[in-house]
């Protein structure tokens, strides 16, 4: 099996950038569909955005779609999420996760989570 492992969170202003990263270890994550989640206090987990394996198609929640980009580099065995121009509704707790298929949007799809970075966005 995979561990995740997420970085990159943090405070950040309105229309500031980060890039979070989740180092796989144990397995390559490129035998795996790759999604982030997020999840907002009082709120349920969402989808954000996922990859499918080999570099495969990418897709987007609605509210990040050309705002934010996932990648992967099976060599460092790390997926990405760079953010861009990002809003106070973007602040959430960010989970990475792996998926023995190709990826979903479905959070019951994916069989590893890592233990989430923190992003707060201040207006």
């Known amino acids: 099996q995979v561990q995740l492992r997420e970085s990159g969170g943090g405070l950040v202003q309105a229309g500031g950038s980060l890039r979070l990263s989740c180092l796989g270890s144990?397995?390559?994550?490129?035998?795996?569909?790759m999604g982030w989640f997020r999840q907002a206090p009082g709120k349920e987990r969402e989808f954000v955005a996922a990859i499918s394996w080999l570099s495969g198609p990418s897709y987007y929640a609605d509210s990040v779609r050309g705002r934010f980009t996932i990648s992967r580099d099976d060599v460092k065995n790390t997926v990405y999420l760079q953010m861009n121009s990002l809003k106070p509704d973007d602040t959430a707790v960010y989970y990475c996760a792996a998926d023995r298929g190709p990826g979903s949007r479905d959070p019951k799809a994916y069989d590893y989570w890592g233990q989430g970075t923190q992003v707060t966005v201040s207006s």
């Open positions: 144990g397995r390559a994550v490129s035998n795996y569909g």
